[in-house]
């Protein structure tokens, strides 16, 4: 039924996304991707003493970018602020247990949105 | 064990019965060289040339003029090369239109590099080519007009016959690509004044892997593949009996229940338009009237076509997507391009197509299940500014 190229944890976390949803109250957002490309992360965050305390994502994507989206926000919450920078889209691709070679730029996606969230908290507040 | 839907009958069909009783003993015991002398060749031999018949037959040809190829790719690709080769003195322009496969594009794309023009004529909103376009498209040099009779992504049928007139009327080659629409709806080659025509088995209830090109007598068609001379010696390889039999037998057999197929597919794929506009910002792309009548093809707002056709298959129902992601590559359909639909939203594409093996069960089927898959993914899409709840 599913292609064998995905992992059980990349169905899991596009199947039952963890920290899905709007974040009306957040700190800070980041974006990455482009929706006349066919992808698009939102990701919010609520820090507390620059820590993630609380993250949420929307997206607008395939299976690979819903997952790499999930998982980016689970490796997130309740890192530091400068912990959550050294994410790389590697990490991404293996806490995901490995992503198709062609879907593996979507975990770009992930790293993007997250840094571009950090960034634009950290220039609100300094 | 999950309720299974197929509903991606576009992509292809399963092997109907007619077809693989046919197939059966040219699989088994039958299993001799057409270009043999001996029993078993002559036998193999007298069954091909019995399926070219049936297969001209329900095309309005004769046996002469069809040529049996690995599918209808190939014979796309044989028509469209074929035309240039034999028109490049005459001239150097095709027209052809911008909705075609990439069966009939790629090879367009090839004679381009080798110096043809090529005019890809617009369609307008519901898919549909303007007679006039073409009609003011046409030159002194125009060796060839290839244009599909019925789109493979939304459904709509072209004015073939109007066509064929046009191009009888200025002498110009007029090939047909009819692979989705054969079987499905009544295409008779005459009346569609077509000088070729490609046709694939996989599309109506025969095998993978063989298909036809029918090529109107009078018109000395250049060779495809050299070798040991068969397809009178214009596309050599042992032939493919048993897919080439089965092919035939699902032709025939399709063509004789044309009517009753049409009916009852209608009635289920129109259910299925109507509960499915049902949920707020869905589109339904093509023609709604002159239309295949298995496709049902949709934009839903908001939403990644990939995530969809996944999420479905997780619920048992096949459908596909002309979502860049989709389509493995990062372009999205140039058919919804051509069409009007703005980039975003062509990534938001849903394909579903019945045939007769479908049911009334496998619509309500994909009524229950594609609505909340929809709401679902609009809940997370950061694209989508509409209701969250559950349809």
């Given at each position: ?6 992992t ?6 596009f199947m039952a996304?963890?920290?899905?949803g709007?974040m009306?109250d ?6 990455s991707?482009?929706?006349d ?7 919010y ?8 305390e609380?993250?949420?994502f ?16 689970e ?7 400068d912990e ?8 991404i ?8 070679e ?6 770009v ?9 950090i960034?634009?908290?950290?220039a609100?507040?300094? | 064990m ?22 059966m003993p040219y ?13 078993m ?5 007298l069954?091909?040339?019995r399926a ?9 040809a004769v046996p ?6 690995s ?18 003195n005459k001239?150097r ?5 911008q ?13 381009e590099?080798?110096?043809f ?15 006039k ?6 030159r ?5 007009i290839?244009?599909?009779a019925?789109n493979?992504?939304?459904?709509t ?6 066509i064929g007139?046009?191009?009888?009327e200025?002498?110009?080659?007029f090939?047909?690509?009819?692979v989705?629409?054969?079987g499905?709806?009544p295409?008779?080659?005459q009346?569609a004044?077509?000088d ?6 996989h ?8 298909g036809?090109?029918y090529v109107?007598?009078?018109?000395s ?10 397809e ?6 042992t032939?493919?009996v048993?897919g080439?039999?089965?092919m ?10 044309m ?9 289920l794929?129109n ?13 339904l ?9 298995g496709?049902?093809s ?14 479905l ?13 989709a ?7 140039h ?12 990534h938001?594409s ?7 093996d479908?049911t009334d ?25 509409g ?5």
């Open positions: 039924m599913w292609c064998e190229t995905f059980d944890t990349v169905i899991e976390h996304p963890r920290n899905a709007s009306p957040a700190d800070a957002e980041g974006n991707g482009d929706p490309c066919g992808d698009s992360l939102t990701i965050l609520k820090v507390k003493d620059r820590v993630i609380d993250i949420r929307m997206v607008f994507g395939c299976v690979a970018a819903v997952a790499t989206s999930s998982m980016t926000t490796l997130a919450k309740g890192k530091t602020l959550a920078l050294k994410l790389t889209d590697q990490d691709v293996e806490a995901l247990g490995g992503l198709p062609n879907k593996l730029h979507c975990s996606l992930g790293e993007s949105a997250l840094k571009d969230a960034q634009n908290y950290l609100k507040t300094e | 999950k309720k299974r839907v197929y509903a991606d009958n576009a992509a292809t069909t399963r092997l109907s019965r007619p077809a693989l009783d046919a197939m699989l088994t015991s039958e299993y001799g060289n057409p270009s043999a002398l001996h029993t060749g002559r036998e193999a031999k069954a091909l040339e070219r018949n049936q297969t001209a037959g329900v095309l309005g002469e003029e069809i040529y049996f190829t599918g209808g790719t190939e014979a796309d690709n044989w028509a469209v090369k074929a035309a240039a080769e034999l028109g490049k001239g322009h095709i027209i052809s239109t909705i075609e496969h990439h069966a009939i594009l790629n090879p367009l794309l090839s004679l590099a080798q110096g023009e090529v005019t890809y004529l617009g369609v307008d909103a519901q898919g549909r080519i303007s007679l376009a073409l009609r003011d498209a046409i002194k040099d125009t060796i060839l290839s244009v599909m019925a493979n992504e939304i459904g049928i072209q004015p073939i016959a109007k007139k046009l191009a009888k200025h002498k110009i080659l090939h047909i690509d009819a989705q629409a054969i499905h709806i295409l008779d080659i009346s004044g077509s070729m025509l490609s046709l694939a088995a599309k109506f209830g025969g095998p993978k892997g063989v036809a090109l109107r007598k009078g018109i068609l250049p060779s495809q593949i050299q070798g040991g001379g068969q009178r010696n214009l596309r050599s390889g032939e493919n048993a080439i039999v089965g035939a037998a699902a032709l025939e057999s399709m063509n004789a229940r009517g009753p197929h049409m009916e009852k597919v209608l009635l794929r259910r299925l338009i109507e509960g499915l506009l049902r949920i707020p910002n869905a589109r792309t093509g023609d709604p009237l002159n239309r295949l009548p496709n049902a949709f934009l839903f707002e908001g939403v990644e076509g990939e995530s969809m056709v996944m999420m298959d997780l619920h048992g129902i096949c459908a596909s997507s002309g979502s860049a992601c389509s493995n590559g990062h372009e999205s359909s058919v919804l391009k051509a069409i009007g639909i703005p980039r975003q939203l062509s938001s849903l394909r579903l197509s019945l045939n007769e479908n069960e496998d619509v309500d089927h994909i009524l229950e299940v594609l609505p909340s898959v929809v709401a679902r993914l609009r809940a997370m899409s950061p694209v989508w500014n209701s969250r709840e559950n349809y």
